[in-house]
């Protein structure tokens, strides 16, 4: 598993097929077991292309008047050789710039000098 | 400032690289105005809304106003990155249980 400073970025091998884990992404009841979503948290899937990649919309409730923050986290399923599957997530702030645009660079610098 | 304020003022590509610029080094609004095709009304704005979000410093030397990245400001965002770097490696762990468990 591997992570950089300014992506919070998450990558590991599964062993099992991208059609299961395609499932154990995307229907809800499987979701919600392994997710342990936190109560402050609203999960709702914005983009599907199946199973390849899934987006959802992660909106979590602030304390109080506070806005809720909402941000994306994306799962990026590829076929691994010995049938099973590599696993990317990515999970970003809903206002930064997504890390495949042209902007990451920028964005990655200024992060590191902060 | 709170984690959605902080990244509503970092969602501006303008302002981001003034930061980016501000990280090498302090300057003047007239030496971030090189290589932006801003007016200066629109830096200053850029630069009010910034310290007032705490990313920015101001240091005044006579007539020249001096600007520098502001680390402490960056606090929100760390935090937020930290939360969500702790909570899903252990949310991975419970995918590769679920994934046993479940048929093919």
């Not at chain 1, 062993?15 to 948290?41: F, G, N, Q």
């Not at chain 2, 970092?10 to 981001?16: A, E, K, Q, V, Y």
């Not at chain 2, 200066?40 to 520098?68: D, F, K």
Request: hydrophobic content about 40%; cysteine-free.
């Amino acid at each position: 598993m591997s992570k950089t400073d300014q992506d919070l970025v998450f990558e590991t091998g599964l062993d099992a097929s991208p059609d299961k884990v395609w499932r154990a992404l995307t229907i809800p009841e499987y979701l919600e077991r392994w997710l342990d979503r936190p109560e402050s948290v609203q999960v709702d899937q914005v983009a599907a292309n199946a199973p390849h990649s899934v987006t959802y919309r992660w909106t979590e409730r602030g304390s109080g008047d506070a806005e809720p923050e909402e941000s994306f986290v994306t799962f990026e399923l590829t076929p691994r050789d010995d049938g099973g599957t590599w696993f990317r997530l990515t999970h970003r702030p809903a206002a930064l710039p997504s890390a495949a645009n042209s902007n990451e660079a920028q964005t990655a610098m200024f992060m590191r000098a902060a | 400032m709170s984690e959605p304020e902080i990244f509503k003022v970092l969602s501006d590509p303008t302002r981001r690289a003034i930061l980016e610029r501000l990280a090498g080094g302090e300057a003047t609004a007239t030496d971030l105005r090189e290589g932006f095709a801003i007016t200066q009304p629109a830096m200053s704005q850029h630069l009010a809304v910034l310290r007032g979000a705490g990313l920015v410093s101001e240091r005044r030397e006579g007539r020249y106003a001096h600007y520098s990245v502001n680390a402490e400001g960056f606090a929100p965002l760390h935090a937020w990155l930290a939360r969500y770097r702790a909570f899903w490696p252990s949310r991975i762990d419970n995918l590769k249980d679920l994934l046993r468990e479940m048929d093919q």
